[in-house]
């Protein structure tokens, strides 16, 4: 089965400065998609970026970057240039490739706070 | 609305009895999905529909729960007797079989069993 973990709950950045969010995932397929979504209070969960495992180029979107290590099974998100709307929780996710569709495996996420 | 629309948005329900919370996808996406996030936690998957056909129950925790989707387009999930662990936000995403499959999230239904 696969698993997705973040060992931090909480994250706190200063406006306009970066921060990067952590997440370690383990799985015995080779072919797959890596995610990271946010969650702000209306609950509502956005797609922030997405990876796809067979592609060595990590992926970006505008202030949002991943920094993918297939080997490591890592898959962090750097937020540059922190907005006050980047408060929100944020989670890491997977889901196979193989296959039309498939579920997405979270992590337990993590609570991102921004300082004015 | 262009998006995926879920109702009721709260449901408060006494221990014991039965619910129905609705989810409505993004028109002509054939893939619908049910996840249950309990306070703190990631989402968990639940039940995933290709068409009217359940492809996936795996995340189902019981019999007390089951999920219909007869035509292919809204569904329902169903939870019978009701129980103070069932308490959690359910999420309900649709997707296209096309590109990364990306899945669409509404904005969840809040039950709480008192």
């Known amino acids: 089965a696969q698993t997705v973990t973040q060992s931090q709950p909480e994250m706190s950045v200063q406006e306009a400065e970066t921060v990067t969010l952590s997440c370690t995932y383990d799985?015995?397929?080779?072919?797959?998609?890596l995610f990271w979504y946010k969650q702000p209070p209306s609950r509502q969960m956005i797609l922030v970026i997405r990876q796809e495992a067979y592609k060595q180029q990590n992926a970006t979107e505008n202030r949002f970057s991943v920094n993918f290590q297939k080997a490591a099974k890592s898959f962090s998100l750097k937020i540059s240039d922190s907005q006050l709307g980047d408060a929100a929780m944020y989670f890491c996710?997977?889901?196979?490739?193989?296959?039309?569709?498939?579920?997405?495996?979270f992590g337990k996420g993590i609570t991102l706070s921004v300082r004015p | 609305g262009a998006g995926v629309s879920q109702t009721p948005s709260n449901k408060v329900t006494e221990k014991g009895k039965y619910v129905e919370l609705r989810c409505d996808p993004i028109s002509g996406h054939t893939a619908l999905y049910w996840y249950r996030q309990s306070l703190g936690q990631g989402p968990e998957f639940l039940i995933y529909?290709?068409?009217?056909?359940?492809?996936?129950d795996s995340g189902l925790p019981n019999d007390r729960f089951f999920a219909v989707r007869p035509e292919g387009s809204v569904s329902t999930l169903k939870i019978q007797r009701t129980e103070r662990g069932d308490s959690a936000v359910y999420l309900c995403a649709s997707s296209s079989t096309s590109g990364a499959g990306e899945q669409f999230f509404g904005p969840g239904t809040r039950l709480t069993v008192l």
């Open positions: 799985t015995s397929e080779s072919d797959y998609y």
């Open positions: 529909f290709q068409g009217t056909g359940a492809a996936d």
């Open positions: 996710a997977y889901r196979r490739r193989t296959g039309a569709n498939s579920k997405l495996t």
